[in-house]
Every structure is written in C-alpha cells, then in structure tokens.
Nanobody, 114 residues
Framework: VQLQASGGGLVQAGGSLRLSCAAS????????VSWYRQAPGKQRDFVAL???????NYADSVKGRFTISRDNAENTVSLQMTSLKPEDTAVYFC?????????WGQGTQVTVSS
C-alpha cells in the first residue's frame, strides 16, 4: 500500500480544510486508516482513526471539529477539518494498518493563522 496525502494549505483561524489520503495497492478496504499530525519540535500525535467497518475515533482536541471518512471504492480516506485553530498547525500524515503492516504517507502541511 502506498499513501499520498494532499489538501493542506494556509487558512485563517475558524476556517476549514479537507485533507485526502489516496491509496494505491491492494488491501486498503480492509485497512485501519489514521491521521496523525506533528508540529515543529513536537512528537507525532494521533488525530483520528477509521476502521474497515467505518467506526471512528478522534483525539479529544479535535472532537466535534474534525470528521474522518472513507471511500473504499476510490481508495481514499478524508479528514474534514472545521473551526480550525492556530494550534492545529502541523504536518498531517495518514497511516494505514493492513495485514499487520504499517504504511505512512508523506505528510501535508496545514498552517492556521490567527
């Protein structure tokens, strides 16, 4: 599985962005797919997860603002981000767990200005 994250950019506080994680290769529909983020000088933190059955889990810091979704027909997982805050500024990565193997995308920068 190869992952390509996209959709990042510069947005003002209170704005919205939609990130996409596009996968190539087999096994994506049965993968657990997560979004993580890493701010400068900080560790990479969990943001959201979606299971193959569509069950979702979120970090407390993004609950009610971010929504993860998947389209198995298109091999994509999206992260809709609303009410963005400056503290959401980070590089966002998608990760897929498929058949016991982890795959990471290359990351996409999200910058939220105050």
């Amino acid at each position: 599985v190869q992952l390509q994250a996209s959709g990042g950019g510069l947005v003002q506080a209170g704005g919205s962005l939609r990130l996409s994680c596009a996968a190539s290769g087999s096994g994506f529909s049965s993968a657990y797919v997560s979004w993580y983020r890493q701010a400068p000088g900080k560790q990479r933190d969990f943001v959201a997860l979606i299971t193959p059955d569509g069950i979702k889990n979120y970090a407390d810091s993004v609950k009610g603002r971010f929504t993860i979704s998947r389209d198995n027909a298109e091999n994509t997982v999206s992260l809709q981000m609303t009410s963005l805050k400056p503290e959401d500024t980070a590089v966002y990565f998608c990760k897929a767990n498929s058949r016991g193997i982890q795959y990471w995308g290359q990351g996409t920068q999200v910058t939220v200005s105050s």
